[in-house]
Each structure stands twice: as C-alpha cells, then as structure tokens.
C-alpha cells in the first residue's frame, strides 16, 4: 500500500561525525495516512525512565490505572448490553416490518462505538485496529436530462437514489455485520474482563481478614495468601486489557476475507501499474529513437549520398558533408547511449544501487551528499526502481530554485531497503504518482514530510527488498526468548499434573494421603484457588514454550509452521 502524508515526523539514519549511526524512528500521526497498521501490534508502552524513585511510582500508577481501566469495562458492558437489545428491535423494524430507514441510523450509532472501542484499545493497551469499512458509494449523477436512475426508476431529485446506494452499501459491508456481533457478544466480555480483577481483589481482602483480629495458626497462611491474591488482581489488570484490545481487534478489524480481498486488489492494481509502467515505458523508446536517434542516422545517409554526388565535381564540399555526417553519427551514438543507460544503466547493472547513486550525485547540479550501507546487492529489478526514483527526485530537486544541498540516504532495514532524501522539497504531484506506480510493484511506500523545524525531506520504502538475502538462513533467539522456553518445557509438568490434575482428583475423592499436595495443606477456603492457579500455571508454561519460537520465526519472516526451535545463541 503506498500513502503520502501531509504531516510526517521521520527521523533519518545518517552517520555522524563518529561514523555511529543513531536509531531510527518513523512515526505517524494518529490520523496519519500511512494506511492500515497491523492489527494487535503495540504501539505504546509505560515510559519509566528517570530516578529509581520515579520508576517505581510509574510502575504502580500504571498497574492502579489499569485496575481502574478494568472497572471502567463494567459501565461499557451495561451500555452495550443495552445498545444490543436496541439493535434488535431496531433490526427487527428494518428487516420485518419495512422500516428501512432505521437501518442507517442504527449502523451509525454502531460504528461510533466501534470507533470508541478502537481509541480505547489504543489509548489503553497500544493496540491499533484499523477501520475495515468499505468506501462510501459516490454520489448519484444525473443523466443529460437531469434525471436521477436507480433500479430503472427516474427520480427528479438525488434523494431517494442516495438512499437507496447508501442502505446497500451498509447491508452488503461485512464491517457492519461483524460490528454487531462484537456489540453483541463484547458486552459479555467486558463483563467478565471487569468482574474479574475486583473479584479477586476482594476474595483476597476477605481471606487476608484474620490479620485484623487474632486467629488460631492454621488460618494465619490465609492473610499472605490473600494479600497475594490482591497483588495479583493489581498484575493481571493490564493482561487482560490487552487480552480485550486483542478480543476487539479480531471483531472490529479486518477479517482474513477482507484481508485477502484486500491482497488481491491491491496486486491487480500494482499488475496494472507494472503493465501500464511497461507499455509507456516502451512507448517512450519508440518515441526518443524515432524522434532523436533514427531522425539523425537518416540525417547521416542523407549527407553521405549528397557528399558521394559532391567528391568528384567539389571534394571540399564533399570533406565538409562527411564531417558533419561523422558528427551527427557521433550524436546519434550518444542519444541511443543514453537511451541504453534510461532503460538500465550499465554501472548500476556492474556496480549495484550504492555505485549508481553516486554517478547521479556527481552529474547532479546541486551538492549531493550520498551515504549507502548495503552489505548486500537487493535483487535487479529492486535496484532498478529504487534507481529510477531517487534520478527522477534529484532531477527535481534540481529544478527547485531553493534546494542547494541533498543527503541521501540508503541503507537497511532488516528485509526492508529504506531511501531517504532531506533538504528538497515536496516534488509535483505528477512525479510522486509516478514514483509510486515504480515502487509500487514492490509495495513500496513514499513518505514526504519534515521533522519538527528540520529541513524537508522524502522517504522511498521498500519492503522485503533483501528478503532473497535470508533465504534458508535463521536468526539464532536470544536468550530473553530461549530461557523461558526452557523454563516452560522442562518446569510446565510441575504445577499442571501433581500440583494441579492430580491433587484436584486427591481432593474430589476425599483421600486422606496429602502426599506432596502443596494444595491440601492449606485451609480449606485456599485449596481449590490453589490447585486452579497451579493448572493455569502448568498450562501458561508449555502455551509459551510453544508460542515464543512461532513468533521468533514470524518476525523474522520465517514460516511459523516450519521447525519450532531455530538455534539459540548462547546456548
């Protein structure tokens, strides 16, 4: 998907004087146009930088808010069970008894709280889910005569025809089925994501009472255990916030159908582009060899025929024709020479992209400035789209009066070839539409904007350009990921089987052997929350000794269905 926003803060890679290169950070306003952003993908996360001090506050502010946040569910819950009865009733006059006209008003008032869901789960747990909706149908157009046609009826007035575009647009979307659904069933969820985390908080409260008024010694194990399970209460609330965000984003996002759909109109349009970009391509050969090159070497027989007429009867005259035949011969070489180097240039197709870049810095008027930090050649076809598209924007930035210098930029970004040109400005429409028909074959992405006061500038990317670079190789997981899936293999049997399955059947049965049964040795009110925390925790173990490797091999573009267990570094 290729977007331009108006506003965009890009932060370029370049290398100081140190020869380090600082982080890079591309960001997008939250009504940015960059297009759709993945879905579940956290955006936020708690800043607790500064004293030790303030990180701890940070840290219990953020787990209160949460535990609030999970609270605040509870109201949302009511309001959507309610607004579910509405839409029955509502659906049940547009559908059974006529009353069409309740329909867009109802879809409405259901997009405005998908809407509100959506800020929510951004605002709360970083999660973005992008609006899956269909565009709206254009407006209806008269006919020569001024009539309006919908459906073979002439209407005088748009009126009824909007209608009628607008109500099927709304009942063929499937956004708009599947955010009923997700009134219907969220309210449910909400509910339980709300009740949950107090519910703890005050069994924990009621079996931490006995450390108000003396107990006997058995029932003292109940106060830390409470007081845990109010901790935990306070742990769990951002957890399942989250858990609620993702819940939102599979509903309220795009579907795999729509997401699929999506795909394949987006690789018509980019098959049309490249066959459109070929044929005018081809067209402007034609164009430049009959219009330069084959105009001058007609010119050029067209002298010799006259100079061979001439070199008995006037053999002066004759030397001049056959110079000025070698001299247009010599100029129609150079025209099909730069013809060959517009189709594919001869350095860029010896000495790569970062070589061929540095040829247009120096036959560029303005001082350009190029630092390029490719380890490795992106394929031929990459190289040549990203070398068409910074010679069309320097040959633009040429031709703006107020840009006297360039840098550019190219340099990687994990499978990613990012180009980024500061210090020229925003180039005609007509150019950026043509750069990114280029880059768009390769779902390349254009950015053009400036960071805060900074000079101006314009970033081409270019995803999964040295993809072919990977191919059959794994990055190692590190340790952060590796540990714990250790952990979860080799300790997950612990809590789920003995502590967990086995000491419940114990307690059913009623056996008197406590064996080794944490669980049976405390009071009684503890021991069933006991064995259900130890099976949720054997069942956490193995679910993330199993999830971290898929999800390795998914962000580093591996299949997430081939081998399980790349090899981990430092170990």
């Known amino acids: 998907m290729i977007a331009i926003p108006t506003t965009l803060g890009i932060r370029a890679a370049r290398r100081n004087r140190a020869g380090r290169r600082p982080g890079v950070w591309l960001g997008t306003p939250r009504s940015g146009a960059w297009g759709q952003c993945r879905t579940g993908r956290s955006s936020r996360k708690l800043d607790t930088d500064g004293p030790e001090g303030g990180k701890e506050e940070a840290v219990v502010a953020a787990y209160a808010r949460a535990f609030a946040r999970t609270t605040l569910l509870l109201v949302t819950a009511v309001a959507e069970i309610l607004m579910s009865l509405v839409t029955i009733i509502a659906l049940v006059l547009a559908m059974g008894q006529g009353m069409v006209f309740v329909f867009d008003p109802l879809v409405r008032r259901h997009r405005r709280l998908a809407g509100l869901a959506r800020r929510r789960a951004r605002a709360w747990s970083g999660v973005e889910i992008p609006e899956p909706y269909e565009p709206p149908p254009p407006p209806p157009v008269p006919d020569a005569e001024g009539w309006y046609r919908a459906d073979r009826v002439l209407y005088k007035t748009p009126r009824v025809p909007a209608f009628n575009q607008r109500y099927k647009w709304l009942l063929g979307d499937p956004a708009t089925w599947r955010d009923m659904l997700w009134l219907g069933m969220d309210g449910v969820v909400a509910a339980a994501v709300g009740l949950l985390p107090p519910a703890l908080a005050g069994y924990g409260l009621a079996l931490a009472a006995p450390w108000v008024t003396p107990v006997p010694w058995p029932a003292v194990l109940t106060v830390p255990a409470g007081l845990a399970m109010v901790a935990c209460a306070f742990v769990v609330a951002p957890v399942l916030l989250r858990a609620h965000a993702l819940w939102c984003s599979w509903l309220l996002g795009f579907s795999s159908r729509a997401r699929i759909a999506g795909d394949m109109g987006r690789l018509a349009r980019s098959r049309s582009d490249a066959l459109d970009a070929q044929n005018a391509e081809l067209r402007r050969i034609e164009r430049e060899l009959h219009d330069g090159a084959q105009a001058r070497l007609v010119a050029v027989g067209m002298t010799l025929g006259a100079a061979r007429d001439l070199v008995r009867a006037d053999p002066a005259a004759a030397r001049t024709l056959l110079g000025q035949a070698r001299s247009a011969s010599a100029e129609a070489l150079g025209e099909i020479r730069r013809l060959v180097r517009g189709i594919h240039p001869p350095v860029l197709a010896e000495r790569g992209l970062g070589d061929a870049v540095r040829a247009l810095a120096l036959d560029s008027p303005l001082n350009v400035d190029v630092v390029v930090d490719l380890q490795v050649r992106p394929t031929a076809p990459v190289e040549a789209a990203a070398y068409f598209a910074i010679s069309e924007l320097l040959t633009e930035a040429a031709r703006d009066e107020r840009a006297e210098r360039v840098e550019i930029d190219v340099s990687p970004r994990g499978m990613a070839l990012r180009i980024t040109l500061t210090g020229m400005s925003a180039p005609a429409p007509a150019v950026l539409a043509g750069i990114e028909r280029r880059v768009g074959v390769f779902d390349g992405v254009v950015a053009v904007g400036r960071e805060g006061v900074g000079p101006p500038m314009i970033t081409i990317e270019l995803p999964q350009a040295l993809a072919h670079t990977t191919e059959g190789t794994h990055p190692p997981m590190p340790l952060s990921k590796s540990v714990p899936v250790v952990l979860g293999w080799t300790l997950g049997w612990l809590p789920l089987f003995p502590q967990g399955f086995v ?69």
């Open 503 to 571: 000491a419940g059947v114990t307690k059913i049965v009623n056996s008197d052997n406590r064996s080794w049964f944490l669980a049976l040795y405390l009071p009684e009110p503890m021991q069933w929350p006991f064995i259900v925390l130890m099976i949720l925790l054997g069942t956490f173990l193995y679910g993330m000794a199993a999830t971290l490797p898929l999800l390795h091999s998914r962000e580093h573009g591996g299949d997430a269905c081939g081998p399980a267990y790349p090899q981990w570094r430092g170990w």
